[in-house]
């Protein structure tokens, strides 16, 4: 990638999208075009392909994505599948139809199966069924994934996929109902802080296991995956480390200062029981993340404070 590339973030005002900007930026990349949802609609293929027309960017980065936590998925699967299938194939089709050199697409490890052996490597793609709350997220991002795969087989694009683990940083949706287990419970903590609530409800058991890792770190492994002139066409990206979702809970109930007790509500969904990603090969690659979950942890509670101060926290 070469500094004065033009470089298309689909996504910008999403945390994974903010982030990659703020990375390309820190690096010295100048040229970013980014549009608004109001200002492109990526459902939208007649209007995708006329934006790649006129802006005939070098580099596309697709971070766009209908996201949300168990929730949110599991009430809707057909929209995640729906919105999420278009946006993958309008972004990824209309950039190789248009020139675009370079491609990194973002998906998630929900498109690894259920079962899927632990550490989860990259060949476990489609060997064995989906998790049911997120099957239709997953199933969109495989599409896109696949789709890049393609190209890059039949036309010889250096389209690639990127898959992270469950991420957190600023910009997350602290909605409690739609959002991710982290900025959920940092939010449910704090304002049991600032009330003096008693008790705090939690999901599910406590007992699945998760990865964590921060949004920066995830843009460094898309900036180091550009740079790349062969890339794997799919890689993991993720800490390595996991936790139960009660260790989750004790460690953001610290960093939040509350004394609330938790109390597990049984009737929400546990999920998939573990995903931890195999990072060996983008490990092996020369990539890995700096920040770790506590101090992570800390740095998102400062910036959760000051989003709820100056009115920007996403709700
Ligand atoms: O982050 P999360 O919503 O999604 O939930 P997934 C992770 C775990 O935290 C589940 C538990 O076992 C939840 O039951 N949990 C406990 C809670 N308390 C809460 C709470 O208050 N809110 C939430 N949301 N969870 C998502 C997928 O799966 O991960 C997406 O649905 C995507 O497709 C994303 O892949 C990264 O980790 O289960």
Redesign the pocket.
């Known amino acids: 990638m070469l500094k004065t590339d033009k470089i298309y973030v689909a996504g910008h005002r999403g945390m994974v999208g903010s982030a990659c900007v703020r990375a390309l930026k820190a690096a010295g990349f100048e040229n970013i075009v980014m549009r608004t949802h109001s200002e492109l609609d990526l459902l939208d293929p007649a209007a995708v392909r006329s934006f790649y027309e006129a802006e005939k960017p070098d580099v596309a980065i697709i971070a766009a994505a209908r996201?949300?936590?168990?929730?949110?998925?599991?009430a809707a699967n057909s929209q995640?599948l729906y919105e999420n299938e278009l946006i993958a194939l309008n972004t990824v089709w209309s950039a190789a139809e248009t020139g675009v050199k370079r491609l990194l697409f973002l998906g998630?490890?929900?498109?690894y199966p259920r079962m899927a052996p632990q550490p989860i490597p990259e060949s476990a793609l489609l060997t064995s069924e989906l998790?049911k709350?997120?099957e239709g997220?997953?199933l969109a991002k495989i599409s896109g994934l696949k789709l890049c795969e393609f190209l890059r087989r039949e036309r010889g694009l250096v389209y690639h996929s990127l898959m992270?683990?469950?991420?957190y940083g600023p910009g997350d949706n602290y909605d409690?109902e739609?959002?991710?287990?982290?900025p959920?419970?940092i939010r449910?903590f704090e304002t049991a802080r600032v009330n003096g609530n008693q008790k705090v409800?939690?999901?599910?058991?406590?007992s699945?296991l998760?990865e964590f890792l921060h949004v920066d770190d995830l843009a460094s492994a898309c900036l180091f995956l550009l740079e790349m002139e062969n890339p794997p066409d799919l890689v993991n990206v993720g800490s390595g480390r996991e936790v139960t979702?009660r260790q989750?809970?004790d460690m953001v109930k610290e960093a939040t200062g509350s004394q609330a007790f938790i109390e597990?509500?049984r009737t929400?969904?546990?999920?998939?029981p573990r995903?931890l990603c195999d990072t060996r090969l983008i490990r092996k690659l020369g990539w890995a993340p700096k920040i770790d979950l506590a101090a992570g942890l800390r740095r998102t509670v400062d910036e959760y404070r000051a989003e709820v101060a100056s009115g920007r926290v996403r709700v």
């Open positions: 996201v949300g936590g168990i929730g949110a998925n599991s995640f998630s490890t929900c498109i998790e709350t997120n997220y997953a992270p683990t469950n991420l409690t739609h959002g991710h287990v982290l959920t419970m449910k409800t939690l999901w599910g058991s406590g699945p998760r979702i989750l809970a597990w509500d929400k969904p546990d999920g998939t995903k």
